[in-house]
C-alpha cells in the first residue's frame, strides 16, 4: 500500500473543508470496502479524513419518517427494535448483507458508497473503465457471470453490491448530505447512477460532500414485506439477484406496492411500472407471475449472466408470494 495521511475530523464542516483542500483526499469511517480498494491499489488516496468521531450515529423517529445516521453500523440498525416494527423491510436487508462481523463495522453511508465487487475493477492488470477510463471493459466478452441485466452500457456492465440500498430504493428514502456549497437532499433512487459513458461516477455525490443521514417516510409497508436474496452461498456471498418487496394488503388486494431490484444493474433498479401494475389487484399466483414478465422487460444477458433473464423472474414471482402470504 502507499504510505497516506490520515486526519480526524471534529465537525462535518471541517470534515468537508479537510476533504475540499486536496481532491486526493477520501473519507473513512469502517473502512470495509475503502481499505480493500487500498489494498488492492484501486485506490491510492494521499490522504483519509476519518470520520468516525461525528455525531453521525443516531437512529430517531420523528414527526413522518426515521432519521439513519451515516454513522450508525449496519448492525445497529438491523437489529433496531423500532427499525424491524416500522421499517421490516430494511432490517432483513441489512442482515442479508454480508457477515456479522463487517455489519458490526460497516456504516450506513459507507454502505452505499461501496464500489462494485467486478473481478476486472478489482484487477489492475486488467482493463475497466470504471478503475481507468476508456481502457476498456474487460467483463464485455470475457467473465460476466455476475454482471448487469439491465441499464448497463458497452462501457461497463457491472452491478452495484449492497444490499441495504435495495431497499432503501424500494422504500423512497431520501439521502441527506453537506458539501462546500451547503446541505442539500438526494431522492435515494438519483443518488446511484447507470454507467453511460462515464462508469467511474456511481453516484451523484459531488466528490466534497459528506453523506450524514438518510431518512425514511413512514409508510404502511410493515407486515407483508420480504427480501429475497439468491447467492452462490448463504453463508456470506453477494447477490446474484436480489428482489426487495413491500404489498399494503387489505381483504387480498395490493392497494401500494414497492419493489425493486439488485444485483442486476449498476444501481438498485427500481420496479414503478410493476408497482403500478399490482396496484388494485387481487392477489394470485397468475398475477404475480405476470408482474415478474413485466418487471424483465428490456433485460439483456451478456453470456455467463444469461441465466438471470430466468432467475430474476423466479426470484420476483418467489418473492411476491412469500411477501403476500405473511
Given at each position: 500500500m502507499k504510505n497516506f495521511q490520515i486526519i480526524k475530523a471534529l465537525s462535518a464542516s471541517s470534515a468537508v473543508t479537510g476533504k475540499a483542500k486536496d481532491n486526493s483526499s477520501m473519507f473513512i469511517a469502517g473502512g470495509t470496502n475503502l481499505v480493500d480498494l487500498m489494498k488492492k491499489n484501486v485506490v491510492a488516496p494521499d490522504?483519509?479524513?476519518?470520520?468516525?468521531?461525528?455525531?453521525?450515529?443516531?437512529?430517531e423517529f420523528l414527526k413522518g419518517k426515521v432519521s439513519i445516521g451515516a454513522l450508525a453500523k449496519n448492525s445497529q440498525v438491523a437489529e433496531d427494535s423500532s427499525i424491524k416494527e416500522k421499517h421490516p423491510l430494511l432490517a432483513l436487508a441489512l442482515?442479508?448483507?454480508?457477515?456479522?462481523?463487517?455489519?458490526?463495522?460497516?456504516?450506513v453511508g459507507g454502505n452505499m458508497l461501496q464500489r462494485t465487487r467486478c473481478s476486472y475493477f478489482y484487477n489492475t492488470d486488467m482493463p475497466c473503465n470504471k478503475r481507468v477510463p476508456k481502457s476498456g471493459c474487460g467483463a464485455i466478452g470475457g467473465s460476466n457471470r455476475m454482471s448487469a441485466i439491465f441499464g448497463a452500457s458497452d462501457s461497463c456492465i457491472a452491478v452495484h453490491p449492497s444490499d441495504m440500498c435495495v431497499a432503501l430504493a424500494a422504500?423512497?428514502?431520501?439521502?441527506?448530505v453537506e458539501g462546500?456549497?451547503?446541505?442539500?437532499?438526494i431522492n435515494f433512487t438519483d443518488f446511484h447512477r447507470l454507467p453511460g459513458n462515464t462508469p467511474e461516477k456511481d453516484n451523484t455525490l459531488d466528490s466534497r460532500e459528506l453523506i450524514t443521514s438518510v431518512e425514511i417516510p413512514d409508510h404502511n409497508f410493515t407486515k407483508n414485506v420480504h427480501y429475497l436474496k439468491v447467492r452462490d452461498r448463504t453463508s456470506y456471498?453477494?447477490?446474484?439477484?436480489?428482489?426487495?418487496?413491500?404489498?399494503?394488503?387489505?381483504?387480498?388486494?395490493?392497494?401500494?406496492?414497492?419493489?425493486?431490484?439488485g444485483g442486476v444493474a449498476h444501481k438498485p433498479w427500481r420496479l414503478t411500472e410493476t408497482e403500478e401494475f399490482l396496484k388494485g389487484k387481487t392477489v394470485s399466483e397468475e398475477l404475480f407471475r405476470q408482474a415478474a414478465n413485466l418487471s424483465m422487460k428490456g433485460a439483456r444477458g451478456y453470456?455467463?449472466?444469461d441465466f438471470k433473464l430466468t432467475l430474476g423472474a423466479n426470484a420476483i414471482t418467489e418473492a411476491l408470494t412469500i411477501a403476500a402470504s405473511k
Open positions: 490522504k483519509l479524513v476519518d470520520i468516525n468521531g461525528l455525531d453521525l450515529k443516531k437512529i442482515a442479508a448483507g454480508a457477515s456479522q462481523q463487517i455489519r458490526h463495522m460497516a456504516t422504500l423512497d428514502a431520501t439521502v441527506l462546500p456549497k451547503g446541505k442539500r437532499q456471498a453477494f447477490a446474484l439477484v436480489s428482489v426487495a418487496v413491500a404489498l399494503d394488503l387489505k381483504n387480498n388486494v395490493i392497494e401500494n406496492a414497492r419493489l425493486a431490484m453470456g455467463e449472466n
